[in-house]
């Protein structure tokens, strides 16, 4: 049970150049996320997933996309790498277990990916 | 989801308990509490949550005030391993709701000191 796994875990990429960032997870969890965290700041939120198939935006969506074609597995891309998009990449994930009243309680983290634009 | 004030940073001796405090004076009734930290540029590690009882696990201690506008999370014995980035968030429990993500603020960085 390896919990939450981002690759990869360094990239410097140039203006321009896309790339797309893998987050599996082998929990089985419903729910994954994609946050950005730039130097001495909180985590925010670029997209979400709340089951196979289906994304939705977060706080910071613009400039990223996501697809969730298996429940392990979301995807993080870049179209064009910007400068500003340099910072580290945290995928989460979380579960849900309908019909048995229990909640979503806490979220499990991958180690991240620090991606440098240049 | 209810927003919180943290001290930005807190010093603690090794062995003595670390209170790190939290403010969400905007909490609604269905908001629970929840606590996470991040040692050095690691991946978020879940503490511990809750919604309106002082919470407890080998963790830590939650302690939730009456008009739960304000929480305390203990850390009984801080070792250096403590050290950390302490977020305190707040958000909604129930599954159903379309708001699932956790909303990170900047947090409390935690020394502790040998």
């Known amino acids: 049970n390896a919990g939450v796994t981002q690759t990869p875990k360094f990239r410097v990429l140039k203006t321009g150049q896309s790339m797309t960032l893998l987050c599996a997870q082998d929990m089985n969890h419903e729910y994954m996320y994609w946050y950005r965290q730039d130097p001495g700041m909180g985590l925010r939120l670029i997209h979400y997933?709340?089951?196979?198939?289906?994304?939705a935006k977060g706080e910071v969506p613009d400039g990223y996309n996501v697809s969730r074609l298996k429940k392990q597995n979301f995807l993080l891309g870049l179209e064009s790498a910007a400068p500003s998009q340099t910072s580290v990449y945290f995928c989460?994930?979380?579960?849900?277990?309908?019909?048995?009243?229990?909640?979503?309680?806490?979220?499990?983290f991958g180690q991240g990916t620090r991606l440098t634009v240049v | 989801d209810a927003k919180t004030t943290q001290p930005p940073s807190m010093d603690c001796a090794e062995g003595r308990a670390a209170n790190l405090p939290c403010n969400h004076s905007t909490i609604s009734g269905n908001e629970y509490v929840y606590w996470y930290r991040q040692i050095h540029s690691q991946g978020p590690q879940y503490i511990i949550h809750g919604l309106k009882n002082n919470e407890t696990n080998e963790m830590a201690s939650l302690i939730i005030t009456e008009d739960r506008k304000s929480s305390t999370l203990i850390l009984p014995h801080a070792t250096l391993r403590d050290t950390a980035v302490y977020y305190c968030?707040?958000?909604?429990?129930?599954?159903?709701?379309?708001?699932?993500?956790?909303?990170f603020g900047s947090g409390t960085r935690l020394q502790v000191q040998p």
């Open positions: 989460a994930s979380s579960y849900y277990l309908p019909g048995t009243g229990k909640r979503n309680t806490e979220a499990f």
């Open positions: 997933s709340v089951g196979e198939g289906t994304t």
């Open positions: 968030i707040v958000r909604v429990g129930v599954m159903d709701t379309g708001r699932r993500a956790l909303t």
